[in-house]
């Protein structure tokens, strides 16, 4: 036996595993680094997160990034180029925040990566029907391996697709495995540059869970406040509260046709972006909007996007017991706007179940990681959209 498999066997059947968990989401602000002690697989998963870090990215690196970042029309070479750039940076990354930790490398067990999703394009949003769904994420799992010296996990994705996914949302798996409660249905709200959630019931039926990607969460506010702000995003809603929304402008934002597609679905910035938000300006004649005005109206699209998925699950008169994480979350206006379209719904962080819910989406992958290494497959009955499947492909060191 190569003497490499026999470590990964070994490290696979410890009693517990120190694995590190990453995610670079679409916002692309930083890395995500996440350190958790796991024991135990499947419904006894036991995760303790040791130490987090979110280590911004420089301006240069992420503006590398976004020259390819959903564009149908990108440089090839440079897409080659950046798939071992962002895993060579996000390796240097993991190395620097382990020393800053104390830990040596041997001590680590496995790397579970997402790496940087650059294209997202399910059939809903391509419309091909002789092509399947698709997803691209960059950071090749080899070079972290090599650079870190630990084994990797990556392209969790991939599976998905190939027994009849979309490739998203993954939080259906994570989120089962670390936040169902008997007796409590419970919604895990995760407001990334889209927003998606989980719906957990309280008796544990996994046949009856589903995630789905509702829409927007900060992509739209994000993108529009580095054009004309210069800034990466509206601290405290600043902008956004000192604007009034445009109701002209959030019909035209919510009549696309991504809002007519049952459960689940899932989408991306490439269908939520700025060419998105002006032809809802043409079609509904509001070019004429001051900046402010447009970012209130964005962050009621995003508000009422989501209240309106959770509604379509639970009804007009929800009473969702919602467990929040991502950065919308630390949006006070956003937040507000909830609350107020969901009253009879609970909001908290899952903060409140022992997870940071800024490390939330990093934790999930090594939560996903230790299912593939230690578990088996979770039985979801089924479903359309929800493949039982366990993901990730493996990368030695050497």
């Known amino acids: 036996m190569n003497s490499q498999i026999k470590e990964l066997y070994n490290r696979a059947n410890k009693a517990e595993r120190l694995i590190i968990g ?19 697989n499947g419904a006894e998963t036991d995760i303790e997160v040791l130490a987090f870090k979110t280590t911004d990215f420089t301006d240069d690196f992420r503006a590398k990034i976004k020259a390819i970042f959903s564009k149908k029309q990108v440089d090839l070479q440079l897409v080659c180029l950046m798939n071992e750039l962002v895993a060579n940076t996000h390796a240097d990354l993991i190395n620097q925040a382990l020393a800053d930790w104390g830990y040596e490398s041997k001590r680590i067990d496995f790397i579970a990566s997402h790496g940087q999703t650059i294209f997202h394009a399910p059939k809903s949003l391509h419309k091909m029907q002789d092509y399947p769904n698709g997803t691209l994420q960059i950071g090749d799992g080899d070079h972290l391996a090599v650079k870190t010296g630990i084994i990797t996990l990556s392209d969790f994705r991939q599976k998905h697709l190939a027994a009849g996914g979309e490739g998203a949302p993954l939080a259906v798996y994570g989120d089962y495995l670390m936040f169902s409660k008997a007796n409590e249905d419970r919604v895990m709200l995760n407001i990334g540059g889209i927003a998606n959630f989980t719906y957990l019931p309280g008796n544990l039926n996994a046949s009856e869970i589903f995630s789905t990607d509702v829409g927007p969460g900060n992509t739209l506010m994000d993108q529009y406040m580095q054009k004309h702000y210069n800034q990466f995003y509206d601290k405290n809603a600043a902008v956004a509260l000192s604007g009034v929304p445009n109701q002209e402008l959030l019909y035209a934002l919510l009549a696309g046709d991504f809002f007519d597609f049952d459960f689940p679905k899932t989408t991306g910035p490439e269908l939520f972006n700025l060419d998105y938000l002006t032809e809802a300006q043409n079609s509904s004649s509001t070019q004429h909007l001051k900046p402010e005005d447009i970012m209130a109206t964005l962050c009621h699209f995003s508000a009422i996007t989501i209240s309106d998925a959770i509604k379509k699950c639970f009804g007009n008169e929800a009473k969702a017991q919602v467990f929040m994480s991502g950065g919308g979350m630390h949006n006070p206006l956003l937040v507000k706007l909830l609350q107020k379209l969901l009253p009879q719904s609970t909001f908290a ?50």
């Open 22 to 40: 990453l995610m670079s989401g679409t916002s692309m602000d930083g890395l995500d680094i996440a350190l958790c002690r796991v024991r135990g």
């Open 349 to 398: 962080t899952t903060d409140d179940l022992n997870i940071n819910p800024d490390a939330k989406e990093a934790v999930l992958f090594a939560v996903l990681a230790n299912e593939t290494l230690c578990g088996s497959p979770i039985n979801f009955g089924g479903r359309q959209g929800v493949p039982s499947v366990c993901m990730g492909k493996i990368s030695l060191p050497e």
